[in-house]
């Protein structure tokens, strides 16, 4: 009997934990089913209040879009070697400036620019000559582009029909200047 009582005592401390076991098991399904409720209704409730994060680029256009007279065209005004001597020292600077202008202001600006090249031309090279030595140095060349555009877009001023600019951008590329005296 104390066989039989022992067998019975361990089949029930089996048998407990046994449940023990499968309740630990069933209350960390419970509580890894609840957690993972939780994250998609947070979740949930962070992208409803987000909105769609769509990100659409309809208003701008391409340049195949752009078409007829509102494409921008660049239009050569100056290529010539300029030079500066602020320094002391005489420089040349090889020196090409273009005009960005839409299609339509074209053939005003080639006319213009042909008209009155020389005066232009001069205009041009009086702002070389005045230049500081450091204006040279800069990386984009703000100064003498600033000063160049500002030339440009008094010289060919505003569309009369649309009252904006007629020159959208001046572009000054410039090489580095070369000393030509000892």
Avoid: C
């Avoid at 023990?20 to 209040?49: C, N, Y």
């Avoid at 020389?118 to 090279?125: G, K, L, V, Y």
Wanted: glycine residues 6%.
């Amino acid at each position: 009997m104390a066989k039989d009582e022992a067998k019975a005592a361990e089949n029930a401390s089996k048998k407990s934990e046994s449940k023990d076991s499968g309740s630990q098991m069933k209350t960390i399904v419970i509580v890894a089913t609840i957690l993972l409720i939780e994250a998609a209704a947070v979740i949930g409730v962070l992208m409803f209040i987000a909105g769609p994060s769509t990100v659409g680029a309809t208003g701008l256009a391409t340049t195949d879009e752009i078409v007829g007279d509102e494409r921008i065209i660049e239009t050569m005004v100056i290529h010539a070697k300029l030079p500066n001597s602020r320094s002391g020292v005489t420089y040349l600077y090889d020196t090409e400036i273009y005009v960005q202008t839409k299609e339509r202001h074209a053939g005003r600006v080639n006319r213009e620019l042909e008209q009155f090249n020389n005066e232009i031309r001069a205009a041009i090279t009086a702002i070389w000559r005045t230049a500081e030595p450091h204006h040279f140095q800069e990386p984009n060349l703000e100064t003498l582009t600033r000063n160049v555009d500002a030339l440009l877009s008094d010289r060919f001023g505003l569309d009369p029909m649309t009252e904006e600019p007629v020159v959208q951008k001046s572009v000054v590329v410039m090489g580095t200047g070369f000393r030509i005296d000892h």
